[in-house]
């Protein structure tokens, strides 16, 4: 098998994660840990809450995961995305990747977290310190209305 996907509400590990994308042919691994911050626009934040169209978003992960695989040469690929409450500084998203050199290892991690981002359907909830009403964030960082 060389891609791993996974949407969970439990903690992410991103060492277990690293070690599935890890092959022996491998010169690389790369990963990202995308963590909860505790700030946006100016607003102190204090949790997140993350939704998705769980069936859809699995067949769009593997799909991203088999195009950089072929796209980068890439060995192996993992994307785990955090569902539910996330909270300050836990990861919400991991993921590695390995290749038989670095650039197309960077190139491929990059590649999965910004069409994660932008395509796959996964919502982001952020509570406020303030006690304001919550906003779902769109993929570039601003609120979005959700009917």
């Known amino acids: 098998m060389n891609s791993f ?3 969970t509400r439990d903690a992410l590990g991103a060492q277990a994660i690293e070690r599935l994308a890890a092959d022996p042919a491998a010169g690389a691994v790369v990963s990202f840990i995308g963590v909860t ?4 626009f100016g607003r102190r934040v204090i949790t997140l809450e993350y939704e998705a169209h769980e069936t859809l978003a699995l067949k769009m992960l593997e799909k991203l995961c088999a195009q950089a695989l072929e796209q980068f040469g890439l060995i192996r690929a993992a994307v785990y995305h955090r569902l539910g409450k996330v909270e300050i500084g836990e990861a919400s ?7 038989a050199h670095r650039g197309a ?8 977290i910004d069409e994660l981002k932008t395509t796959v359907p996964i ?5 406020y310190a303030d006690g304001s009403e919550p906003v779902w964030v769109g993929p570039d960082g601003k609120p979005v209305q959700i009917c």
């Open 93 to 99: 998203v991991v993921i590695a990747v390995s290749a």
């Open 105 to 112: 290892a960077f190139d491929g991690c990059r590649f999965l």
């Open 123 to 127: 919502w982001k909830k952020e509570y």
């Open 5 to 7: 996907v996974s949407l």
């Open 37 to 40: 911050r505790d700030n946006h």
